[in-house]
């Protein structure tokens, strides 16, 4: 009998243990405002990272594949739960969006998660595209063909938009979004602490497609550094666009809020080519269709789209 048991243990064990779990996901702000209804999940050969996706990629994918977003998060934490409302929006326009930090189901979660306040290392941004080139060439993968490596942006808030700098000379970007931060020139302690993490004006340099700085006015501790960032830029197009909605943005409300709308519609001129998104930055519309933004353009004659 107890040898019986022992086998029935056994054999219960190995068709508990031999079935993986599914993969963990949510829905913010009901799937968001776009035509593909986004999902926030992970993935098994996406370890460290949330993916914020369309939940139906196959529809999603009908005409043509996706963009891809990377994503660097404030503070260079590892996880993106406080940007959730922001980037799911931008995914249920038809992006697949890699950030950094693993798979959060609430704020809570990730502040009782002692990896959360662990700094990142910029890498992790360009490893994400190494993953996904892969993804979209196994049949395996819900990624397979539905991605489109040749339209990749890197975004990141803060410290993580320092990150998407420090990547933007890999030749896969085809535009960086930097929100709430700009270069900085570190004092000899942070130099010390963060070697992994900061990068000098020198890096700007690397930028080979176009850029645009959202910053939340003087009392965004970004702003002078932005600022500086967009005079210092002489080879490609870039656009400094502010409020004076502080360093946090307005990332924590419904559908991410104006920081959602105006980096989507960046990304849908950038990426995509769509003319009606291209006039709020450089058109007659201008950025004052969103009250309390103003914005400036420079060497648009560098400018190319898809």
Known sequence: MKNLIVVLLAFSCLLSCSS???????????????KFPSIVTEDA????????????????????????????NGGCMNTSVYFERFLSEIASFGYVVLAVGPYHSTIEEAQADEETSEWTDYHLL?????LMEKAVKDERSVFYK?????????MGQSCGG????????????????????????????QAQRHLNLVIDKSALKNLHAPIIYLVGGKNDIAYENALDDFRRIDHVFAVIATDESGHMGTYAEEFGGTYGQIALRWLEWQLHGE??????????????AYPGWDAQFKNIEKLTLP
């Open 126 to 130: 360009t490893d994400a595209m190494d």
């Open 162 to 189: 320092l990150q998407a700098l420090a990547v933007s000379g890999d030749a896969r970007v085809k535009t960086t979004i930097c929100l709430n931060s700009g270069v900085i020139i570190p004092t000899e302690e």
């Open 20 to 34: 993986p779990q599914p993969p963990r996901q949510k829905v913010v702000d009901e799937g968001g405002l776009g």
């Open 45 to 72: 050969a996406f370890k460290g990272y949330t993916i914020y996706r369309p939940a139906d990629i196959q529809q999603a994918i009908t005409e043509k594949p996706l963009p891809l977003v990377i994503f660097g």
């Open 275 to 288: 003319e009606w998104a291209e006039s709020v930055f450089i058109g007659e519309e201008c950025i004052c």
């Open 146 to 154: 539905a991605v489109d490596m040749n339209k990749v942006a890197v």
